[in-house]
């Protein structure tokens, strides 16, 4: 049997060796949720599904610096950072517990026509059968229960394709909801390489397919789903904030190298493009390059490391290629643009770089955020709203009627206000648009993106 080796992507030590799953191993997966989804008399009952998840809290709860070292092993994520990502993804759990006793149907209205007469509707709410996950490197638990609760939840069985990078936390959830008592048909894991993980992807036998990473893969996706999938896309975004005049430049600094450099600047929101007033832009940059200096980078198990490893060798090469190429173009490289060793890369700053840049216009998924001066607001708006992007977005200022014009003008799909665009919390929706991703994610936007409404109408000639 094929197998794969996962290794630490800061100094490379064996992790752990997997057996990679085949084509029948897909379909046999497949076959067991599906006969779980057909046969209503195998469904799980509201009660005993919160039964399990509340379960899986408590286990979760117990294991919090187990469930820290293997997302921070795998992934290269800080201590401190997964961390939060391990509170985060129990919380996660806990909201869809919560979602469940508000997840209901509602009355259609009746009557108000001659043909509707003697009728009462009502809605219900049921699962969407099937649903299939591919997920992304970055954050191995937190994204696994955003894509797997949300279907347990509404009672449909999943499947789940982590990627191979950091495949340990999907593996060690799903074990933990086995413990729960979970049934093993309704959460599946398949380690597997593309060409199974597409044929997973475009099955007929899925009804709702959630995808987490790359623009070109997800969208090709998207493209060859069976008839009839409904499908939830998360990519990423080359995120901009506009820092005003008035702006509060204490409190932004750090804000804007938490957003830019967290997790190395690998995450799909992170700050990148930072267009700042030109009568402000030196004292901002000279700022942004003190606190970026100051970042302790290296090993994610040293509690005191604030960017760890790039998840691969070649990704630091390639981040590498893309500064350079913006200062060959006339950019300024105000700090950084050096990678330590072959595993991390300096925090970077860099400026007026290019708008043709690969910087400027592609996500660079590193520690390496551009700055831009501007003297029109209305061309920063139009620079940041230049790209087929959109995701998260923010203003720095103390106006609030620049701010509302921020929201209305910033063409993403969330506007923060004096906050970096790296913030999210897990009840809150969370989506790109445009090239960014189709759908919302989410705990309880998920739970209804997984599920699916049957209308009842009764006549009757009681009713009036």
Same mark, same amino acid.
């Given at each position: 049997?094929?197998?794969?080796?996962?290794?630490?992507?800061?100094?490379?030590?064996?992790?752990?060796?997997?057996?990679?799953?085949?084509?029948?191993?897909?379909?046999?997966?497949?076959? %067991?949720? /599906?006969?779980?989804?057909?046969?209503?008399?195998?469904? %799980?009952?509201?009660?005993?599904?919160?039964?399990?998840?509340? /379960?899986?809290?408590?286990?979760?709860?117990?294991?919090?610096?187990?469930?820290?070292?293997? @997302?921070?092993?795998?992934?290269?994520?800080?201590?401190?950072?997964?961390?939060?990502?391990?509170? /985060?993804?129990?919380?996660?759990?806990?909201?869809?517990?919560?979602?469940?006793?508000?997840?209901?149907?509602?009355?259609?209205?009746?009557?108000?026509?001659?043909?509707?007469?003697?009728?009462?509707?009502?809605?219900?709410?049921?699962?969407?059968?099937?649903?299939?996950?591919?997920?992304?490197?970055?954050?191995?638990?937190?994204?696994?229960?955003?894509?797997?609760?949300?279907?347990?939840?509404?009672?449909?069985?999943?499947?789940?394709?982590?990627?191979?990078?950091?495949?340990?936390?999907?593996?060690?959830?799903?074990?933990?909801?086995?413990?729960?008592?979970?049934?093993? @048909?309704?959460?599946?894991?398949?380690?597997?390489?593309?060409?199974?993980?597409?044929?997973?992807?475009?099955?007929?036998?899925?009804?709702? %397919?959630?995808?987490?990473?790359?623009?070109?893969?997800?969208?090709?996706?998207?493209?060859?789903?069976?008839?009839?999938?409904?499908?939830?896309?998360?990519?990423?975004?080359?995120?901009?904030?506009?820092?005003?005049?008035?702006?509060?430049?204490?409190?932004?600094?750090?804000?804007?190298?938490?957003?830019?450099?967290?997790?190395? $600047?690998?995450?799909?929101?992170?700050?990148?493009?930072?267009?700042?007033?030109?009568?402000?832009?030196?004292?901002?940059?000279?700022?942004?390059?003190?606190?970026?200096?100051?970042?302790?980078?290296?090993?994610?198990?040293?509690?005191?490391?604030?960017? $760890?490893?790039?998840?691969?060798?070649?990704?630091?090469?390639?981040?590498?290629?893309?500064?350079?190429?913006?200062?060959?173009?006339?950019?300024? %490289?105000?700090?950084?643009?050096?990678?330590?060793?072959?595993?991390?890369?300096?925090?970077?700053?860099?400026?007026?770089?290019?708008?043709?840049?690969?910087?400027?216009?592609?996500?660079?998924?590193?520690?390496?955020?551009?700055?831009? $001066?501007?003297?029109?607001?209305?061309?920063?708006?139009?620079?940041?709203?230049?790209?087929?992007?959109?995701?998260?977005?923010?203003?720095?200022?103390?106006?609030?009627?620049?701010?509302?014009? @921020?929201?209305?003008?910033?063409?993403?799909?969330?506007?923060?206000?004096?906050?970096?665009?790296?913030? /999210?919390?897990?009840?809150?929706?969370?989506?790109?648009?445009?090239?960014?991703?189709?759908?919302?994610?989410?705990?309880?936007?998920?739970?209804?993106?997984?599920?699916?409404?049957?209308?009842?109408?009764?006549?009757?000639?009681?009713?009036?």
């Amino acid at each position: 049997m094929p197998t794969i080796t996962v290794n630490s992507p800061f100094d490379g030590h064996l992790l752990t060796e997997l057996t990679l799953a085949t084509k029948q191993d897909v379909d046999t997966a497949l076959d %067991l949720a /599906r006969s779980v989804y057909e046969d209503q008399k195998q469904w %799980l009952p509201k009660y005993e599904r919160i039964a399990i998840l509340e /379960r899986t809290v408590e286990i979760m709860s117990s294991r919090i610096e187990e469930l820290t070292l293997i @997302a921070a092993n795998e992934g290269g994520k800080p201590y401190m950072d997964s961390k939060v990502e391990v509170e /985060r993804a129990i919380n996660g759990v806990k909201l869809a517990i919560e979602h469940m006793g508000a997840f209901e149907g509602k009355e259609i209205a009746m009557g108000h026509t001659q043909s509707s007469a003697n009728r009462i509707a009502y809605t219900m709410k049921e699962p969407i059968g099937v649903v299939a996950a591919i997920s992304a490197f970055n954050h191995p638990l937190n994204l696994t229960v955003h894509q797997m609760v949300p279907a347990i939840a509404v009672g449909s069985p999943a499947l789940i394709k982590p990627s191979l990078l950091t495949p340990m936390s999907a593996l060690n959830f799903v074990e933990i909801l086995y413990e729960a008592g979970l049934p093993k @048909a309704w959460c599946q894991v398949l380690i597997c390489e593309v060409e199974e993980a597409e044929y997973l992807a475009t099955s007929p036998k899925i009804d709702y %397919l959630t995808f987490i990473g790359s623009a070109g893969v997800g969208w090709y996706l998207n493209s060859k789903v069976a008839p009839g999938t409904r499908v939830g896309l998360e990519h990423g975004g080359v995120a901009p904030v506009i820092v005003e005049v008035d702006a509060d430049i204490q409190e932004l600094i750090p804000a804007l190298a938490k957003g830019g450099f967290y997790h190395a $600047g690998q995450v799909c929101v992170s700050v990148q493009r930072i267009y700042v007033h030109n009568s402000i832009l030196d004292e901002v940059t000279q700022k942004l390059k003190v606190a970026a200096e100051k970042m302790v980078v290296g090993d994610p198990l040293d509690p005191k490391t604030e960017i $760890g490893p790039i998840i691969s060798h070649s990704e630091v090469k390639r981040i590498d290629t893309w500064v350079k190429e913006a200062v060959d173009g006339g950019a300024t %490289l105000v700090c950084g643009g050096n990678s330590i060793g072959e595993s991390c890369y300096e925090a970077t700053i860099l400026l007026n770089p290019s708008k043709d840049a690969l910087v400027s216009t592609k996500e660079v998924f590193g520690p390496v955020v551009c700055v831009y $001066g501007y003297d029109d607001v209305e061309a920063a708006f139009d620079a940041a709203n230049s790209l087929e992007v959109s995701f998260q977005a923010a203003i720095f200022t103390k106006n609030i009627d620049m701010a509302l014009h @921020a929201v209305s003008r910033l063409n993403g799909t969330a506007v923060m206000v004096n906050d970096h665009t790296a913030f /999210r919390v897990d009840w809150m929706p969370f989506g790109g648009a445009k090239a960014s991703g189709l759908g919302l994610g989410g705990i309880s936007y998920s739970m209804e993106e997984m599920s699916k409404d049957k209308l009842m109408v009764i006549k009757s000639k009681a009713l009036h």
